[in-house]
């Protein structure tokens, strides 16, 4: 009897794979690895850039979740409106917070069983550093500069099941032993080098540009090895790697608008899409069988490099509040992104399709709509407490997602799926400047509705109901400095700094 062995979802094992082997239904060590493959987390390769509230820059601005369109009082102001900076009478040199993150990816109730799988991370990130300066040409005019990373994450995840007897009762004494290794990795860095310019064409109007310079990579990678024992002895291996790299240089632009009406301070930045200047990426695919028969092993190695590619980010328009109570200042923001239709992020040549059902590379993103509230509550004229929520509405619908690749499910599988942020901390106004301290907190999961058909004897058993609950969570840890003080110090430059 044949059957085909796959991954019963994009990828196919290979088209040669059609194993005499034994009927799957009886192969519980392959069925049950092969299940547990789905479940595993392979890095959602683009989660974060369809967030588009995942990362916050500068110190008051991230403790406030960038609910600071309007009324930014720092140096976050290059990213999230550079017209502030016409409006802000003495900004300060900024060293953005020092940032540390503990995350956590978890499953839990793996196989409708009481285990759980997670994968923890610790580590610091980078910091957001900002200054102003003048040109003498074009007095009334001011202009700051910022270095942003503005995304970053370096996942790696294992899943090593060790040697495993299969009884002979459930495995029909087919399979003795199982052995099943899963890796994946995905790294993800896009860096901003910027320059602002605004102007104030009144005490309280003042419009401004922020260009940012993008440095951007994107690489995933997946490793599957699965092995196993028959009752005779024989000894059957099957591997399988996929890896892709992206990189493209480019710009973007942020266009904004900062007025004052009384004590309200409202602001408008206009996000225009990603333009490219370079790009380029590559493709390696290797898949062997072994152990089987002289007719159905194979060996498959196929790698590409220079391949068309492309990077597309929506437009986006940001709306901002913030005005005084009592002694305390609140801050509402609104946010809207513009949909991006179905395009290929990467042009797999056509030889390469037929290890794929379709492009696996190519991406969707829908409209979505954000709000978020802050505030900065008086303590005493050096302490002010800071507190924010926001939401951060995914907008993937189909994007690069080496899960994706082996899920049968229907719906597209995201890690980072709708998330809520919630941050606190304090300001402490000391005579040299701002010392800022507190801690952002981020939750979000997705589900898997059930696993694939499994074909068997020439019937199709029915889909399990796993009902496996993938988690994502977020702690960060910040530090932060303002120091107006220094800018008396470096006035001495060639290029001076207010």
């Given at each position: 009897?044949?059957?085909?062995?796959?991954?019963?979802?994009?990828?196919?094992?290979?088209q040669?794979?059609?194993?005499?082997?034994?009927?799957?239904?009886?192969c519980?060590?392959?069925?049950?690895?092969?299940?547990?493959?789905?479940?595993?987390?392979?890095?959602?390769?683009?989660?974060?850039?369809?967030?588009?509230?995942?990362e916050?820059?500068?110190?008051?601005?991230?403790?406030?979740?960038?609910?600071?369109?309007?009324?930014?009082?720092?140096?976050g102001?290059?990213?999230?409106?550079?017209?502030?900076?016409?409006?802000?009478?003495?900004?300060?040199?900024?060293?953005?917070?020092?940032?540390?993150?503990?995350?956590?990816?978890?499953f839990?109730?793996?196989?409708?069983?009481?285990?759980?799988?997670?994968?923890?991370?610790?580590?610091?990130?980078?910091?957001?550093?900002?200054?102003?300066?003048?040109?003498?040409?074009?007095?009334?005019?001011?202009?700051?500069?910022?270095?942003?990373?503005?995304?970053?994450?370096?996942?790696?995840?294992?899943?090593?099941?060790?040697?495993?007897?299969?009884?002979?009762?459930?495995?029909?004494?087919?399979?003795?032993?199982?052995?099943?290794?899963?890796?994946?990795r995905?790294?993800?860095r896009?860096?901003?080098?910027?320059?602002?310019?605004?102007?104030?064409?009144?005490?309280?109007?003042?419009?401004?540009?922020?260009?940012?310079?993008?440095?951007?990579?994107?690489?995933?990678?997946?490793?599957?090895?699965?092995?196993?024992?028959?009752?005779?002895?024989?000894?059957?291996?099957?591997?399988?790697?996929?890896?892709?790299?992206?990189?493209?240089?480019?710009?973007?632009?942020?266009i904004?608008?900062?007025?004052?009406?009384?004590?309200?301070?409202?602001?408008?930045?206009?996000?225009?899409?990603?333009?490219?200047?370079?790009?380029?990426?590559?493709?390696?695919?290797?898949?062997?069988l072994?152990?089987?028969?002289?007719?159905s092993?194979?060996?498959?190695?196929?790698?590409?490099?220079?391949?068309?590619n492309?990077?597309?980010?929506?437009?986006?328009?940001?709306?901002?509040?913030?005005?005084?109570?009592?002694?305390?200042?609140?801050h509402?923001?609104?946010?809207?992104?513009?949909?991006?239709?179905s395009?290929?992020?990467?042009?797999?040549?056509?030889?390469?399709?037929i290890?794929?059902?379709?492009?696996?590379?190519?991406?969707?993103l829908?409209?979505v709509?954000?709000?978020?509230?802050?505030?900065?509550?008086?303590?005493?004229?050096?302490?002010?407490?800071?507190?924010?929520?926001?939401t951060?509405?995914?907008?993937?619908?189909?994007?690069?997602?080496?899960?994706?690749f082996v899920?049968?499910?229907?719906?597209?599988?995201?890690?980072?799926?709708?998330?809520?942020?919630?941050?606190?901390?304090?300001?402490?106004?000391?005579?040299?400047?701002?010392?800022i301290?507190?801690?952002?907190?981020?939750r979000?999961?997705s589900?898997i509705?059930?696993?694939?058909?499994?074909?068997?004897?020439?019937?199709?058993?029915?889909p399990r109901n796993?009902?496996?609950?993938?988690?994502?969570?977020?702690?960060?840890?910040?530090?932060?400095?303002?120091?107006?003080?220094?800018?008396d110090?470096?006035k001495?430059?060639?290029?001076?700094?207010?």
């Amino acid at each position: 009897m044949a059957i085909h062995l796959q991954f019963y979802g994009k990828m196919q094992i290979s088209q040669t794979a059609v194993l005499k082997l034994r009927p799957l239904s009886a192969c519980s060590g392959v069925f049950g690895f092969f299940i547990l493959f789905l479940l595993l987390p392979a890095p959602v390769i683009h989660a974060q850039e369809g967030n588009y509230k995942f990362e916050n820059f500068g110190n008051q601005s991230v403790l406030l979740n960038g609910n600071v369109t309007g009324s930014v009082a720092d140096l976050g102001l290059t990213y999230y409106n550079p017209a502030r900076l016409g409006l802000i009478e003495n900004p300060s040199f900024t060293i953005g917070g020092k940032a540390y993150e503990w995350s956590r990816y978890y499953f839990e109730d793996i196989l409708e069983t009481d285990k759980d799988l997670s994968s923890n991370q610790f580590g610091g990130l980078p910091a957001t550093l900002a200054g102003t300066f003048d040109i003498k040409a074009l007095p009334g005019h001011k202009f700051a500069y910022s270095i942003i990373s503005k995304q970053r994450s370096d996942i790696r995840l294992r899943y090593d099941s060790g040697l495993i007897p299969v009884s002979p009762e459930v495995a029909q004494s087919t399979v003795s032993q199982s052995f099943t290794d899963l890796e994946f990795r995905d790294k993800l860095r896009d860096d901003w080098f910027g320059i602002t310019w605004a102007y104030p064409l009144s005490e309280s109007l003042s419009v401004g540009v922020s260009i940012f310079g993008s440095i951007y990579t994107n690489n995933g990678r997946g490793d599957i090895l699965i092995n196993e024992k028959l009752a005779n002895n024989q000894v059957i291996t099957y591997t399988n790697r996929i890896d892709f790299d992206q990189r493209t240089y480019g710009g973007q632009i942020r266009i904004g608008a900062a007025w004052k009406l009384s004590d309200l301070e409202m602001g408008v930045n206009l996000s225009l899409p990603f333009f490219a200047v370079y790009s380029s990426a590559s493709l390696n695919y290797q898949e062997s069988l072994s152990g089987v028969s002289g007719d159905s092993d194979f060996i498959i190695a196929e790698n590409y490099d220079g391949l068309s590619n492309r990077r597309k980010t929506a437009t986006g328009i940001s709306y901002g509040v913030g005005f005084p109570w009592k002694k305390h200042k609140i801050h509402l923001n609104f946010d809207w992104y513009a949909a991006i239709s179905s395009y290929d992020r990467i042009d797999i040549p056509e030889e390469a399709l037929i290890y794929f059902d379709g492009n696996p590379f190519m991406e969707t993103l829908k409209s979505v709509f954000n709000f978020g509230a802050g505030g900065e509550f008086y303590v005493s004229p050096s302490v002010n407490i800071i507190g924010s929520f926001t939401t951060d509405f995914s907008a993937a619908e189909e994007s690069i997602n080496l899960f994706d690749f082996v899920n049968k499910s229907a719906e597209e599988i995201n890690l980072l799926d709708d998330i809520w942020h919630i941050a606190a901390g304090v300001d402490l106004n000391r005579p040299w400047g701002n010392i800022i301290l507190g801690a952002s907190y981020a939750r979000s999961g997705s589900q898997i509705g059930t696993a694939p058909d499994i074909p068997g004897e020439g019937t199709n058993i029915q889909p399990r109901n796993i009902s496996t609950k993938i988690n994502y969570e977020r702690w960060r840890f910040i530090i932060g400095f303002e120091i107006p003080l220094i800018m008396d110090k470096l006035k001495g430059l060639p290029v001076p700094i207010n």
